[in-house]
């Protein structure tokens, strides 16, 4: 879980490196923490990412998503990509922290690589990271999500296609 365990690495190494400047009398020490509505925000923006395709013959590459990228799998024709994107921010439900639990929803989009074209099939479903699994002809991604606004453990194996989302089951 990579991400997860890098959101709460970090925050202990920046509070070191701010202790060491502070020490040293370079600035001064100061935590913020920004709710509103419950909802944490950080006093410098969250840097985006961009997924690239490189063609290793020519040199070139493209953009195949930008945003901040949770997760990504290539489908078995290696056509399509299906990318997690941390995007509209939530607040963090009070008790105990669940290992899919993201500040943000997390929005599945599935990126045709020959054409360039991206979708959102599946608008109003928060998809956990890290457990994309395409079907063998390509056609859909399986994913674990749950639909806004639910818990994790009300969460569905949803199968994800271009056209839209259908639980399993």
Not at 8 to 22: G, I, L, N, Y
Not at 72 to 86: C, H, M, N, Q, Y
Not at 138 to 166: F, K, M, T, Y
Request: no cysteine; hydrophobic share 45%.
């Amino acid at each position: 879980l990579p991400a997860l365990m890098r959101y709460f690495a970090e925050s202990q190494t920046r509070t070191t490196e701010a202790w060491a400047r502070k020490t040293l009398g370079r600035e001064t020490s100061r935590t913020v923490v920004d709710a509103r509505d419950g909802v944490a925000t950080t006093e410098a923006p969250e840097p985006n990412q961009a997924l690239l395709l490189l063609d290793v013959k020519t040199g070139l590459r493209r953009t195949v998503a930008e945003g901040r990228i949770l997760d990504f799998e290539v489908s078995p024709d290696r056509r399509k990509i299906a990318v997690v994107l941390g995007q509209e921010p939530t607040a963090i439900e009070p008790g105990a922290i669940l290992q899919a639990d993201n500040a943000r929803r997390q929005r599945i989009v599935l990126v045709d690589l020959a054409t360039g074209a991206s979708a959102s099939p599946a608008p109003s479903w928060d998809v956990a990271p890290y457990l994309l699994r395409w079907w063998p002809d390509s056609s859909a991604v399986l994913v674990w999500a749950r639909r806004d606004g639910a818990d994790w453990p009300n969460g569905e194996l949803v199968r994800i296609d271009g056209l839209g989302a259908d639980v399993i089951g």
